[in-house]
């Protein structure tokens, strides 16, 4: 089976920074994903790693220690609009994609 | 505009009435997959298909049936619907490739009385 664990709550101040940090342990490993979730909202794609390090996208960046089980999605100067749930995805085989429970966010002013 | 479209958004349904809720995507992508989200559970994947015509078992398949006779369109059925299928239903899609990631429809809320 596989097993992805992330926190399940974090708040966080406008302007701050935040680091959602997800661990797995999967029967394989073919890239990690960062989805973000508004509320009753779709999933949407936020970012991707299949090679140790750091990727950065704007305010939202992602880290991979794939010998550690181990990434991070790190969002700098947060705004209100990134309340949302932070979804880890791990893929261990091609045609699957495993995710862990969701990590909300909450931006206080 | 390239998207992934699930109907309907919202349904209630009765124990045992079978049910259908499309899935259709316009990017020829190759794979489509179901996914059921639960509180405190995440998204848990049903069924998937790598191409027409190829289907396979997800995580939790009990009680669910797919098929894929065209590349567009994957809808998921439910037989005899009970309530523990109440649940908040996701359709994905996404190209062959190892770099892509799904691309998710608006999502079917479903509740089984």
């Known amino acids: 089976g596989q097993n992805i664990d992330q926190p399940t709550e974090m708040t966080a101040t406008e302007g701050a920074i935040v680091q959602i940090n997800c661990t797995y342990q999967t029967s394989g490993f073919n890239g990690l994903f960062w989805y973000q979730q508004h509320a009753g909202e779709a999933p949407t794609f936020l970012s991707y790693?299949?090679?140790?390090g750091l990727e950065e996208k704007g305010r939202f960046s992602s880290f991979l220690s794939r010998s550690k089980g181990y990434s991070y999605l790190l969002l700098k100067e947060l705004q209100m609009k990134d309340s949302a749930s932070y979804l880890c995805a791990v893929r261990p085989y091609d045609y699957k994609l495993s995710f862990g429970a969701g990590t909300t966010v909450t931006v206080r002013a | 505009e390239a998207q992934v479209t699930q109907n309907p958004r919202y349904l209630i349904t009765v124990t045992g009435k079978k049910l259908t809720v499309t899935c259709s995507q316009n990017m020829n992508h190759e794979y489509m997959s179901w996914y059921r989200q639960d509180p405190g559970l995440g998204l848990r994947q049903i069924y998937y298909s790598m191409n027409v015509e190829v289907t396979d078992k997800g995580d939790v398949p009990e009680g669910y049936k797919v098929s894929r006779k065209e590349k567009r369109n994957f809808p998921l059925i439910l037989e005899s619907p009970s309530p523990n299928q109440t649940s908040l239903y996701f359709c994905a899609s996404r190209s062959r490739g190892s770099g892509y990631g799904y691309t998710f429809g608006s999502g079917t809320r479903l509740t089984v009385v």
């Open positions: 790693n299949v090679l140790d």
